[in-house]
C-alpha cells in the first residue's frame, strides 16, 4: 500500500508540472476520502449501522466473491471500506468537443495517458473549467458520476449514497469498476470504458440470475434496466451517427461553421419534440420513462460513443465463446500482454473461434 501511495504521490507532482495543480487537488481530496474510510467489517459488527447501508454492504461482498471466483476479476481489497459522504455522487466530470464536428478535447496524464474528461471533487471547480471551455466555443458536458477505480494504487471504498442502488446498479456498478481494476490500457479510453460497460451489464445479469433465480423479480428489474439502457444507448448512438453524416457532408460542401450549428439545431429540435413521445413507447422502467429531456450537444453525445458504440464487438466475442462470461473475460485479460490495437485482437479470436 505504501509503496503503490508512494508512486501515485509522484505521479501526482509530475503531472502537476503539466496540469497545474489540478491533479494534487484531487489526489489531495482522494487522499481524505481513503483516510475516512471505515473498514466494512467493523462497520457491521456495530449495532447502530442503518439497515440499508448493511444490505448494500452484504450484497457488495457477494458481489465482490463473484467477481473475483467466477469471472476472475482482480482478487484485491476494493470496496470493503465504506466512506460517508452527504450527497449522492462522487464527482462531477467534464468533457468538451468541437461543435460542428466531433473532436473531443483532451487532458494528458501520467499512467493513464490521454483521457476526454477531468474529474472534481468540487462542483465549483468543475463549473469553472466548463466555463472556460465554453470560452473557447467548445461543447460542455458537466455529469455527475458514482464511482471511479483508481487502478490499484488505493483501496476504492464504497459510499454511503449507494445504500439506495437497486441490486443491478450495484452489482453493475462493483463489477464495471473491477473491470477497470483488472484490465486497463492506456491511452485506450473508448476501450476501457466499452469493455467495462460489457462486463458490468452481463456480469450484473449473471450474478443476479445466479443469486435469485431466473423467475426472480429481481432478475426481470435488471433486464428491464438494462434493456432500457441499452435503448437509450441506442437512440444516442443514432443521433451521433445522423449528425455525424451532416458534418462530413458540410465539411466537403464547404459550409460556415453557423450554417452547420444551424442545421444541428434543427436536428437536436426535431429530437426534441419527439422523445416524450418516444421514451413512452420505449422504455419500461419508470427512471427512463420519466426522465427530462437530455442536455442535447457533441459533448454529451460522445459520452455514448465513449462507453458503447463497438459493444456489439464484446457481444460477438461473447457469443463466440459460448455466451460463457468467465471464459469472455479470460481472453479479454490476454489483452495485458498484447500490443496491437485490441480490438483488432478481438476480432481474430472471435475469426478464430
Given at each position: 500500500?505504501?509503496?503503490?501511495?508512494a508512486v501515485l504521490l509522484l505521479a501526482l507532482a509530475a503531472s502537476s508540472l503539466t496540469s497545474g495543480c489540478y491533479v494534487v487537488r484531487q489526489g489531495v481530496a482522494l487522499l481524505g476520502h481513503q483516510v475516512r474510510a471505515r473498514n466494512n467489517e467493523k462497520i457491521l459488527s456495530s449495532r447502530d449501522v442503518e439497515g440499508d447501508v448493511r444490505a448494500m454492504m452484504l450484497l457488495v461482498q457477494e458481489v465482490r466473491d463473484y467477481a473475483?471466483?467466477?469471472?476472475?476479476?482482480?482478487?484485491?481489497?476494493?470496496?470493503?471500506?465504506?466512506?460517508?459522504?452527504?450527497?449522492?455522487?462522487?464527482?462531477?466530470?467534464?468533457?468538451?468537443?468541437?461543435?460542428?464536428?466531433?473532436?473531443?478535447?483532451?487532458?494528458?496524464?501520467?499512467?493513464?495517458?490521454?483521457?476526454?474528461?477531468?474529474?472534481?471533487?468540487?462542483?465549483?471547480?468543475?463549473?469553472?473549467?466548463?466555463?472556460?471551455?465554453?470560452?473557447?466555443?467548445?461543447?460542455?458536458?458537466?455529469?455527475?458520476?458514482?464511482?471511479?477505480?483508481?487502478?490499484?494504487?488505493?483501496?476504492?471504498?464504497?459510499?454511503?449514497?449507494?445504500?439506495?442502488?437497486?441490486?443491478?446498479?450495484?452489482?453493475?456498478?462493483?463489477?464495471?469498476?473491477?473491470?477497470?481494476?483488472?484490465?486497463?490500457?492506456?491511452?485506450?479510453?473508448?476501450?476501457?470504458?466499452?469493455?467495462?460497460?460489457?462486463?458490468?451489464?452481463?456480469?450484473?445479469?449473471?450474478?443476479?440470475?445466479?443469486?435469485?433465480?431466473?423467475?426472480?423479480?429481481?432478475?426481470?428489474?435488471?433486464?428491464?434496466?438494462?434493456?432500457?439502457?441499452?435503448?437509450?444507448?441506442?437512440?444516442?448512438?443514432?443521433?451521433?451517427?445522423?449528425l455525424e453524416r451532416l458534418y462530413v457532408e458540410s465539411r466537403k460542401a464547404g459550409l460556415p461553421k453557423a450554417e452547420v450549428l444551424g442545421a444541428r439545431e434543427e436536428i437536436f429540435e426535431a429530437f426534441r419534440e419527439?422523445?416524450?413521445?418516444?421514451?413512452?413507447?420505449?422504455?419500461?422502467?419508470?427512471?427512463?420513462?420519466?426522465?427530462?429531456?437530455?442536455?442535447?450537444?457533441?459533448?454529451?453525445?460522445?459520452?455514448?460513443?465513449?462507453?458503447?458504440?463497438?459493444?456489439?464487438?464484446?457481444?460477438?466475442?461473447?457469443?463466440?465463446?459460448?455466451?460463457?462470461?468467465?471464459?469472455?473475460?479470460?481472453?479479454?485479460?490476454?489483452?495485458?500482454?498484447?500490443?496491437?490495437?485490441?480490438?483488432?485482437?478481438?476480432?481474430?479470436?472471435?475469426?478464430?473461434?
Amino acid at each position: 500500500m505504501r509503496k503503490k501511495a508512494a508512486v501515485l504521490l509522484l505521479a501526482l507532482a509530475a503531472s502537476s508540472l503539466t496540469s497545474g495543480c489540478y491533479v494534487v487537488r484531487q489526489g489531495v481530496a482522494l487522499l481524505g476520502h481513503q483516510v475516512r474510510a471505515r473498514n466494512n467489517e467493523k462497520i457491521l459488527s456495530s449495532r447502530d449501522v442503518e439497515g440499508d447501508v448493511r444490505a448494500m454492504m452484504l450484497l457488495v461482498q457477494e458481489v465482490r466473491d463473484y467477481a473475483e471466483s467466477v469471472l476472475g476479476l482482480s482478487a484485491d481489497k476494493n470496496y470493503t471500506k465504506l466512506v460517508r459522504v452527504e450527497r449522492d455522487y462522487l464527482v462531477d466530470v467534464v468533457s468538451a468537443c468541437e461543435k460542428d464536428y466531433f473532436e473531443p478535447y483532451e487532458w494528458w496524464f501520467p499512467i493513464v495517458g490521454k483521457v476526454p474528461y477531468k474529474g472534481y471533487y468540487r462542483r465549483e471547480d468543475a463549473l469553472r473549467l466548463a466555463r472556460r471551455l465554453q470560452r473557447k466555443d467548445l461543447d460542455v458536458l458537466v455529469r455527475k458520476v458514482d464511482a471511479f477505480s483508481t487502478l490499484g494504487f488505493f483501496v476504492d471504498p464504497l459510499y454511503s449514497f449507494m445504500a439506495d442502488y437497486s441490486m443491478f446498479s450495484i452489482a453493475d456498478l462493483i463489477i464495471h469498476e473491477q473491470t477497470h481494476a483488472t484490465v486497463f490500457l492506456k491511452n485506450q479510453v473508448q476501450f476501457n470504458e466499452e469493455l467495462a460497460t460489457f462486463v458490468g451489464w452481463e456480469g450484473a445479469l449473471d450474478f443476479i440470475r445466479r443469486r435469485c433465480g431466473e423467475d426472480s423479480e429481481e432478475l426481470r428489474e435488471g433486464r428491464a434496466s438494462l434493456a432500457d439502457s441499452q435503448t437509450y444507448f441506442a437512440l444516442m448512438l443514432e443521433l451521433h451517427d445522423e449528425l455525424e453524416r451532416l458534418y462530413v457532408e458540410s465539411r466537403k460542401a464547404g459550409l460556415p461553421k453557423a450554417e452547420v450549428l444551424g442545421a444541428r439545431e434543427e436536428i437536436f429540435e426535431a429530437f426534441r419534440e419527439s422523445f416524450p413521445e418516444t421514451r413512452g413507447e420505449v422504455f419500461l422502467s419508470e427512471r427512463f420513462q420519466n426522465m427530462e429531456t437530455p442536455p442535447l450537444n457533441n459533448a454529451y453525445l460522445m459520452s455514448f460513443v465513449r462507453y458503447g458504440q463497438d459493444l456489439d464487438l464484446f457481444y460477438e466475442l461473447h457469443r463466440s465463446l459460448g455466451s460463457d462470461l468467465s471464459r469472455t473475460v479470460a481472453v479479454i485479460k490476454e489483452l495485458e500482454d498484447v500490443k496491437t490495437d485490441p480490438k483488432a485482437f478481438l476480432r481474430t479470436r472471435i475469426r478464430e473461434q
